[in-house]
């Protein structure tokens, strides 16, 4: 079975400052990772995926995250917070080796970013 | 990405009725699926829709229920039967398998529902 985990309900930062936002996963094989973000009655966007090679991927909008296979971590970061990244974040896990296609997604993380 | 489209964007139903739900991308995608997002919670997936045969459903959801249709590459129903409060959802469909991205699921607007 697959699981994603992200610990924090709600991360609270200043306009400028640098944002993490937390997700360690489970899969029994080789993970597809992904971040997808959501803004108040809209659908889910993509930002960025791992799926092979540099640890650290860039994505959209200023986003990167670092994959760390011994700590099974996911973590999104962008150096300097805008006011405008507020929204829900989601992170998801694909079992390469299993499960299909299936996509299974952690809890969510709301960003409020405070001028 | 693709453009993906939903309808209707949102809507109020009473108990008891059904309402289908339309999915229509602008490009031919391998795979399409259908999520439910309860409020407050995270996505849940309800079935992946399968292009000319029966869509493949998720532990606890059934075809009486979720009712789904894959008649083209490009497009896919999704009807809420005999619906109840507790179906109060967003429900949105994704798509895979773009000729420029093959491994990421892509995701519509969503619809949002509310039942009475």
């Known amino acids: 079975a697959q699981s994603v985990a992200q610990p924090e309900d709600q991360v609270n930062v200043a306009e400028g400052n640098p944002l993490t936002v937390k997700c360690t996963y489970s899969?029994?094989?080789?993970?597809?990772l992904f971040w997808y973000v959501q803004y108040p009655n809209r659908g889910l966007q993509f930002l960025l995926k791992?799926?092979?090679?540099?640890?650290l991927v860039k994505g959209s909008y200023g986003f990167e995250a670092e994959f760390n296979k011994s700590q099974t971590s996911f973590h999104l970061k962008k150096p300097s917070a805008l006011v405008s990244d507020s929204a829900l974040y989601f992170c998801?896990?694909?079992?390469?080796?299993?499960?299909?296609?299936?996509?299974?997604f952690g809890g969510g993380t709301r960003l409020m970013v405070k001028p | 990405s693709a453009v993906i489209s939903q309808k209707p964007s949102r809507d109020i139903c009473q108990r008891g009725t059904s309402l289908t739900i339309q999915c229509q991308v602008d490009?031919?995608?391998?795979?399409m699926f259908w999520y439910r997002q309860q409020p407050g919670q995270s996505l849940t997936l309800i079935a992946t829709?399968?292009?000319?045969?029966?869509?493949?459903?998720e532990s606890g959801f059934v075809i009486d229920k979720f009712p789904i249709s894959r008649p083209n590459l490009t497009f896919s129903t999704l009807t809420v039967s005999n619906m109840s409060p507790e179906d109060s959802s967003i429900y949105l469909c994704?798509?895979?398998?773009?000729?420029?991205?093959?491994?990421?699921?892509?995701f519509g607007p969503g619809t949002r529902l509310t039942v009475l």
């Open positions: 994704s798509v895979q398998g773009l000729a420029t991205n093959t491994d990421t699921q892509y």
């Open positions: 899969v029994s094989g080789n993970p597809y």
């Open positions: 791992y799926i092979t090679g540099d640890n």
């Open positions: 998801a896990v694909r079992d390469m080796e299993g499960a299909g296609n299936m996509l299974t």
């Open positions: 490009s031919q995608v391998t795979m």
């Open positions: 829709a399968n292009q000319g045969s029966e869509a493949t459903y």
